[in-house]
């Protein structure tokens, strides 16, 4: 079974940083594509970011020039590095990966908080 856990959520001011971390626990052969999405207060879930397994990234109009996608395949983990926050990007942060066993596997995991407040 796969398992995906998310970190780094947290409270942080208007205008600071904070990286959320994604990593891919269990039997799996391999990791292709990983994307952050996030669903705010009264909000539909919303793609953020995604990277290939190539590490092609691709952003959110509202990430771009303010948050980094990142993976280190060695540890089965993507990363979001996430700038100059507003109000707007308070949400519960998800990460998702499509994973190969035997067949291909849409995993999600359990979703970090992150709350941009003064």
């Known amino acids: 079974q796969v398992q995906l856990v998310e970190s780094g959520g947290g409270l942080v001011q208007p205008g600071g940083s904070l990286r959320l971390s994604c990593t891919a626990s269990?039997?799996?052969?391999?990791?292709?594509?990983m994307e952050w999405y996030r669903q705010g207060p009264g909000n539909q879930r919303e793609l953020v970011a995604s990277?290939?397994?190539?590490?092609?990234?691709k952003y959110a109009e509202s990430a771009k020039g303010r948050f980094t996608v990142s993976r280190d395949s060695t540890k089965n983990t993507m990363y979001l590095h996430m700038n100059d926050l507003e109000p707007s990007d308070t949400a519960v942060y998800y990460c998702?990966?499509?994973?190969?066993?035997?067949?291909?596997?849409?995993?999600w995991g359990p979703g970090t908080p992150v709350t941009v407040s003064s």
């Open positions: 990277i290939t397994k190539f590490g092609t990234t």
């Open positions: 269990g039997t799996f052969a391999s990791i292709s594509a």
């Open positions: 998702k990966a499509a994973v190969w066993t035997h067949v291909l596997n849409e995993v």
